[in-house]
Protein backbone atom coordinates (compact mmCIF):
# COMPACT_ATOMS: atom_id res chain seq x y z
CA UNK A 1 0.00 0.00 0.00
CA UNK A 2 2.70 2.32 0.86
CA UNK A 3 5.39 1.81 -1.60
CA UNK A 4 8.29 3.79 -2.16
CA UNK A 5 7.08 4.39 -5.83
CA UNK A 6 7.26 8.15 -6.81
CA UNK A 7 3.69 9.42 -8.28
CA UNK A 8 1.55 7.24 -10.96
CA UNK A 9 4.09 6.38 -13.25
CA UNK A 10 6.11 5.08 -10.33
CA UNK A 11 9.36 6.51 -11.60
CA UNK A 12 12.19 6.03 -9.07
CA UNK A 13 15.23 8.19 -8.97
CA UNK A 14 18.67 6.99 -10.12
CA UNK A 15 20.96 4.76 -8.06
CA UNK A 16 23.85 6.45 -9.36
CA UNK A 17 24.90 8.97 -6.10
CA UNK A 18 27.56 11.06 -7.89
CA UNK A 19 27.70 13.44 -10.12
CA UNK A 20 27.44 12.36 -13.90
CA UNK A 21 30.31 13.17 -16.07
CA UNK A 22 28.29 14.98 -18.75
CA UNK A 23 27.27 18.10 -16.36
CA UNK A 24 28.41 21.09 -18.04
CA UNK A 25 28.86 22.57 -14.42
CA UNK A 26 31.32 22.00 -11.66
CA UNK A 27 30.63 22.16 -8.14
CA UNK A 28 31.84 25.50 -7.46
CA UNK A 29 29.88 26.99 -10.60
CA UNK A 30 26.67 25.14 -9.66
CA UNK A 31 27.54 27.42 -6.17
CA UNK A 32 27.69 30.36 -8.16
CA UNK A 33 24.74 29.74 -10.30
CA UNK A 34 22.54 29.28 -6.90
CA UNK A 35 23.81 32.76 -5.75
CA UNK A 36 23.14 34.96 -8.54
CA UNK A 37 19.61 32.85 -8.98
CA UNK A 38 19.21 33.78 -5.42
CA UNK A 39 19.83 37.60 -5.67
CA UNK A 40 17.74 37.80 -8.86
CA UNK A 41 14.78 36.53 -6.37
CA UNK A 42 14.41 33.05 -7.19
CA UNK A 43 13.07 30.58 -4.49
CA UNK A 44 15.08 27.25 -3.94
CA UNK A 45 12.48 24.95 -5.59
CA UNK A 46 12.49 27.62 -9.04
CA UNK A 47 16.56 27.03 -8.62
CA UNK A 48 16.47 23.48 -8.85
CA UNK A 49 14.17 23.69 -11.90
CA UNK A 50 15.92 25.95 -13.91
CA UNK A 51 19.58 24.26 -13.20
CA UNK A 52 17.64 20.94 -14.35
CA UNK A 53 16.43 22.82 -17.49
CA UNK A 54 18.49 25.16 -18.30
CA UNK A 55 22.21 24.16 -17.21
CA UNK A 56 21.62 20.22 -17.58
CA UNK A 57 22.16 19.77 -13.78
CA UNK A 58 20.43 16.39 -12.90
CA UNK A 59 21.12 16.72 -8.90
CA UNK A 60 22.67 19.62 -7.11
CA UNK A 61 22.82 17.43 -4.02
CA UNK A 62 25.08 14.56 -5.96
CA UNK A 63 27.08 17.51 -7.49
CA UNK A 64 27.85 19.40 -4.54
CA UNK A 65 26.96 17.67 -1.16
CA UNK A 66 24.69 19.97 -0.19
CA UNK A 67 20.89 20.78 -0.49
CA UNK A 68 20.67 24.58 -2.74
CA UNK A 69 18.56 25.77 0.65
CA UNK A 70 21.58 25.02 2.50
CA UNK A 71 23.64 26.75 0.00
CA UNK A 72 21.85 29.78 0.26
CA UNK A 73 21.55 29.42 4.13
CA UNK A 74 25.09 29.31 4.15
CA UNK A 75 26.09 32.54 1.92
CA UNK A 76 26.56 35.52 3.58
CA UNK A 77 23.48 38.08 3.54
CA UNK A 78 21.29 35.66 1.53
CA UNK A 79 19.66 33.64 4.76
CA UNK A 80 15.89 34.10 5.10
CA UNK A 81 14.20 34.84 8.77
CA UNK A 82 11.33 33.20 7.86
CA UNK A 83 10.88 29.37 6.02
CA UNK A 84 9.28 29.53 2.88
CA UNK A 85 7.00 26.64 3.49
CA UNK A 86 5.62 28.94 6.60
CA UNK A 87 5.22 31.83 4.93
CA UNK A 88 3.18 30.41 2.04
CA UNK A 89 1.16 29.16 4.85
CA UNK A 90 0.32 32.46 5.84
CA UNK A 91 -0.22 34.13 2.39
CA UNK A 92 -2.63 31.17 2.33
CA UNK A 93 -4.49 32.36 5.54
CA UNK A 94 -4.29 35.95 4.61
CA UNK A 95 -6.19 34.89 1.09
CA UNK A 96 -8.64 32.78 3.03
CA UNK A 97 -9.34 34.94 6.10
CA UNK A 98 -10.15 38.47 3.27
CA UNK A 99 -12.53 35.95 1.66
CA UNK A 100 -14.48 34.77 4.69
CA UNK A 101 -14.99 38.42 5.34
CA UNK A 102 -16.41 38.72 1.62
CA UNK A 103 -18.38 35.65 1.99
CA UNK A 104 -19.37 35.29 5.44
CA UNK A 105 -21.91 31.83 4.60
CA UNK A 106 -18.90 30.36 3.21
CA UNK A 107 -18.52 27.41 5.42
CA UNK A 108 -16.16 25.00 3.95
CA UNK A 109 -13.65 27.97 3.24
CA UNK A 110 -14.10 28.64 7.35
CA UNK A 111 -12.70 24.95 7.45
CA UNK A 112 -9.91 25.58 5.16
CA UNK A 113 -9.22 28.10 7.22
CA UNK A 114 -8.78 26.55 10.39
CA UNK A 115 -6.84 23.96 9.05
CA UNK A 116 -4.22 26.31 7.34
CA UNK A 117 -3.54 27.79 10.88
CA UNK A 118 -3.32 24.95 12.23
CA UNK A 119 -0.54 23.71 10.30
CA UNK A 120 0.52 27.32 10.61
CA UNK A 121 1.06 26.31 14.66
CA UNK A 122 2.41 22.55 14.29
CA UNK A 123 5.47 24.56 12.04
CA UNK A 124 5.62 26.86 14.40
CA UNK A 125 6.43 24.69 17.01
CA UNK A 126 8.33 22.52 15.21
CA UNK A 127 10.54 25.48 13.59
CA UNK A 128 11.12 26.99 17.20
CA UNK A 129 12.64 23.65 18.72
CA UNK A 130 14.86 23.96 15.50
CA UNK A 131 15.99 27.46 16.31
CA UNK A 132 14.66 28.37 12.75
CA UNK A 133 12.19 31.49 13.82
CA UNK A 134 11.90 33.28 17.44
CA UNK A 135 10.82 30.70 20.28
CA UNK A 136 8.26 33.49 21.64
CA UNK A 137 6.81 33.92 17.85
CA UNK A 138 3.18 33.29 17.89
CA UNK A 139 0.77 33.08 14.73
CA UNK A 140 -1.85 36.47 15.17
CA UNK A 141 -4.01 37.63 12.48
CA UNK A 142 -2.66 40.99 12.50
CA UNK A 143 1.07 39.67 12.35
CA UNK A 144 0.04 37.36 9.23
CA UNK A 145 -1.25 40.53 7.45
CA UNK A 146 1.81 43.10 7.94
CA UNK A 147 4.41 39.70 7.10
CA UNK A 148 2.21 39.26 3.66
CA UNK A 149 2.55 43.17 3.62
Not at 57 to 70: D, E, G
Not at 102 to 122: C, F, M, P, W
Request: positive net charge; glycine residues 4%.
Amino acid sequence: MHGRSKGKSKSKRPIKKDNPEWTGLSAKEIKEKIIELTHKGHTASEIGITLRDVYAVPSVRSATKLKIQKIIDDTEGLKQDFPRDLLNLIRKSVKEKKHMKENNHDKTAKRGYQLTVSKIRRLTKYYSKKDRIPEKWRYTEKEAELMVK
